[in-house]
Every structure is written in C-alpha cells, then in structure tokens.
C-alpha cells in the first residue's frame, strides 16, 4: 500500500530504532538505520532513500550540520525528529531545509501522517490547476476559492496566503519565510500582518475559525496546512 | 562591589591600618585638647568596629598597631616607645589586652552565627528536598506503576483478556505516558526557571488563538469538565512570548481539571484594560488580563498564600501534584513582567488573574488590502 517506500533513520537510540522500525515496517516501509551521522551520510548517499528521519542530537556531529550536508544533494524529504523542543532549533532546522519535525515523545499515528504528507508532496508536483479541501476548492488560474460552491471573497493578500500555504500543504512554514514570501523581504519581523491575515482568513474557510483543521498553528515556529 | 572589596585580605589590612590611621591623625591635630585616655577609647571603638566587618588577622593587626600608635604618638613623652608614668604601663597593657579579646570574641561570636546560619539552609533544603522527593516519587512512579502493570497483565499467558479489557489496558498506559510527559515536562521547565534559562521571546501574539489552541490540546485532560471561554471582540494582538503563555494557560486549566470534582465549570476569560496613569495624565497603562476561575472548592484559606510555592502541597490535598505547575505558572508570568493573583471565589471556586502590562496593537489598524 505504500509503494515500498525506503526510509532512512539516523537516530543512535536503540529503544527509538525499535520503536520505529516495528511501526515502519508495519506500515509496509522499507526501513534502513544509521546510528550516527557520518553513517547516515553514507547510507543515504549508497541507497537513495525517498525520506529521511533525522535525530538532531547525535553522537559524532551536531545534527544541523549533518541536514546542511544532507541538504547539499539530497533532494528528498527529510523529517526531524528530535527532543530538543526549542523554537529557535525548530525553525533552523526547517531554514536548513528540514520539510518537518516531531519533538519527541511523538505519537505515532502523527508521524505516519506526517511522512504520508512529505512522501505525497514528492511524488505529486503541484502543478494542478485546481484543489480541494474539505468542502472548499480552489482554482489557481482564476484566483479563485469556493466553500460548497460559493465564491468565497477574499483580499489579494488573503488570497496569496491561502494559496502560499496550500501549495505547501502539509509543511510547516515559518513565521519569517510566509512573510518574506507575502509581504516581501523587509516584512520578515512583522508578524503582526500574518497573525491578523491567519484570523481572517480562518473566519472565512474554516467551519470554525476557534477549532481550525485547516490552517494550525505550530507555536513560535509558523503555520502549517493540513488538507486532510 | 562592596563584597567583593571586603574579600580580599590584601583589601582587609589595607583597611585595617587606615582607619588606624586615620583615626589617630584626628586625634593628634587635637592631641592638645583631649585626654590620651579619651584617644584610648576612640582606638578601641576602631578595633572594635573592625571585629565586626574583617577576618581576624586584619584586625589583629589595627589591634597591634592602634597600641603602637597610642604609645608612640600619645602617651607621654611623645615620639618614643618609653613610658614615664607605670600607670601609663598598665593602660596601655589593659588597653591592648582589651582590643585582642574584643578581636577574638566578636570573630568567634561571627563564626558561631555563620554555622548556625548554615546549618538552617542544610535543614531546610533538606526538608525541601524531602517534600520534593516525596511529592515526585509519588507522581512519577505512580504513573510508571500502572504502565508496567497494564503490560504485565496484558502478556499474561495463562488469562485469556477480552478485546474490551485490552483495549481498557491500552488506554491506561496512554493516560499513564501522557501524566508521566506532563511533569517530566514541569521538571524541565522548573530547572530553566532554577537556572536562570529563560528568555521570553516577544512577539505579537493573538491571545485569543492561545486560549482556544490550548484548551484544544486538553480537551482529553477536561473531557469531564466544562469549559467557557470568553474573549473581548477585536482583543488587541499583545507582545508575549507564544510558547511561555501556552504553557502558563496550559498548566492553570490542567491544575483545574485535575483538582476539582467532575462537572465543573472552567472559565477563561480574556480582556483588554486600559488605566490611567493619574500622576502623568498622558500615559495609558494597557493590559491584557486573562483570567481562569471555576466554580469547585477553592483553595484551602489558611494556605491560599503560599499555593504559588515551590513543592508547596495542600494538606488533607486527595489530588497529589508536585507542587510544580503553579509555581512554574508565576516564574513564567513574572518573567514576561507580568503579575499573577489567585481568590477564592465568593461562591466557592479559585479564580487566578494574570495581568500582562505589555505592548499591544489593534488588529483594525493595519491595512486591510
């Protein structure tokens, strides 16, 4: 059911490998492990895995330099996971090009989730004209979103969020990088206009903007869109 | 600084010998005018003082030489060590006599103070210690008691267990990991407090997005509970630190649900207020005030003070804790400059009030394109 997807798990605790390579395979993945990260490098390099679960705090390396090494070449998802639960961490990791990351404790039914997302976003290249979500569309050639068939009104910047989110569904996306996208580069500190943007735009697509499915917010980090 | 200037024994003699000094050049301008014997005395009030703030070698030293000093400069004839009168012999052997047992007694007395002092801190940490120790091994293997005991059951071989007690055992162990998260949780953040780790980081927040974002993480933890939430229209964005504030609203409901009986009602409340500041006539003090009340018990009246403390748990308390999440709670309020109360509700029920003077901004004043 999952095509016989590879994933690589750079982590050095024996208890997560278990743990992951029982889920994992569980779920139909091929599972390859590396305990450290020139091993994991390695591995990578040697078999092309289509996902990579990196742990940040490793034994041989800090585990930000080890993603910008991986970063240099490797072109597929990679995932964090790791106990360091800063934000400051969190949101390097993803600006060294991490597409996700779990603190653990994780639950495991949110990681399948997240690496169905990641390996979908690799296979399927946005490039469709239209989308769906929940009872809402979207048609990008018209700029132009529905909720059960009525025209949703939205202002130009509203519009560019949703559709900057939604083409990234699944991906967290920092607070400084929608902004930079938006707004331009000197709005990178202003999260004043997303907070106030991300509330509006909830009361307009979300069936209740106080319990949002759509739009959810990753404290201190950013925004994610979650389409299923 | 001062401290640091007392410590070094360099510093000290240097002290030692200039009030020493000092004292007796005063003196002498006066020598005409007043007794030797009043000089006598004011030396030995030097000494004396001395005792109080050195270590004992340094004053051992104004001692020695606060004599040297009376002899030489005032004890007739002047400018030699000889002394005349045997009187004089004697004041001065009572006088240097006097100025050593003053040095001594006030350093032991010093020294005495100083363990007493110490041994109070050792018996009150530990009793700390203690309480805290009671209060985790309680909360922590209580947790780690039923996971292994779900499990255990559920690999026995010779039982055969329902799907339905399976799933029962299941669900235990979840309950039991996500209590044993929340104060492994509490543990870490109380040592960021303990070591000073903390910088919030300001940002805008929208208050009102933490409020329900939170409340949605705890809706399992409430599920018995009723829980309200009320927020001012057009409540301003403020400038706190999103992931402190989620904790500190986290904590508050999670302390309600588990310390008060099923059906009872939480309520959250945010709202914008502004005062005057009376004295300048310009300055408006704007806040932003959250408050957290129910309507169960309330907390023990003669204790309320002190639920803000540290392993601080109630008497005849049947709920347990560690005495962790309010404290946490008021480090993580205080460290973004606000303030945190806690009453009793007239009707019965706590109501906590959390104040934050900090910026804010409309949401209606940014452009809207």
Known sequence: MNNGFTILVIDDEAQIRKLLEISLEANEYKVLFAINGKDGITTAASHQPDLILLDLGLPDEDGQSILKKLREWFVNPIIILSVKSTEEEIVKALDNGANDYLTKPFRTQELLARIRTALRSKTSVNNEMTLSFGNCTIDFASRIVKANNEIIKLTATEYNLLALLIKNDGRVLTHQYILKEIWGQSYSEQTQYLRVFVAQLRKKIEEDANHPKFIITESGVGYRFNSS | ?369
């Open chain 2, 1 to 369: 600084m001062d401290k640091l200037f007392f410590k070094s024994t360099k510093n000290q003699y240097l002290i030692s010998f200039l009030s020493v000094a000092i004292v007796s050049l005063l003196c002498l301008i006066v020598r005409d005018v007043i007794d030797y014997k009043i000089v006598g005395y004011l030396l030995l009030v030097v000494v004396s003082l001395l005792a109080i703030f050195l270590e004992i070698k340094p004053v051992l030293l104004g001692a020695v030489l606060s004599a040297l000093a009376l002899n030489f400069v005032f004890i007739k004839p002047y400018y030699t060590l000889h002394i005349d009168k045997p009187e004089d012999i004697l004041l001065l052997a009572l006088y240097f006599i006097i100025a050593l047992i003053n040095a001594v007694l006030t350093n032991n007395f010093r020294r005495m103070q100083r363990a007493i002092q110490i041994k109070q801190t050792r018996a009150s940490t530990l009793k700390l210690y203690n309480t805290l120790l009671d209060s985790l091994s309680h909360e922590l293997r209580t947790p780690i008691a039923a996971i292994l005991g779900s499990i255990d059951t559920l690999q026995q071989k010779d039982v055969k267990l329902t799907l339905e007690t399976q799933q029962k055992l299941h669900n235990e162990i979840e309950k039991a990991s996500m209590k044993l998260n929340y104060q492994v949780e509490n543990l870490l953040n109380m040592s960021r407090l303990e070591s000073g780790y903390i910088y919030p980081k300001s940002d805008w927040c929208d208050v009102k997005e933490i409020i329900y974002n939170t409340c949605n993480r705890l809706s399992e933890e409430t599920k018995d509970h009723k829980i309200i939430i009320s927020v001012d229209e057009n409540l301003p964005l403020f400038k706190l630190d999103y992931g402190l504030m989620e904790q500190i609203i986290y904590n508050l409901v999670y302390n309600c649900s588990q310390h008060t009986p099923k059906g009872v009602t939480i309520s959250i409340n945010a709202k914008y207020e502004v005062d005057a500041d009376y004295d300048s006539h310009i300055d408006l003090i704007k806040k932003c005030v959250i408050t957290i009340s129910d309507n169960g018990y309330g907390f023990p009246a003669a204790e309320i003070d002190r639920a803000f403390d540290k392993f601080h748990r109630f008497k005849d308390s049947k709920t347990g804790g560690t005495g962790l999440g309010l404290s946490i709670v008021k480090g993580f309020v205080e460290a973004q400059n606000g303030t945190i109360t806690l009453q009793n509700a007239e009707d019965g029920g706590a109501i906590f009030e959390l104040s934050f003077a900090v910026d804010c901004l409309s949401i209606n004043s940014l452009p809207n394109e």
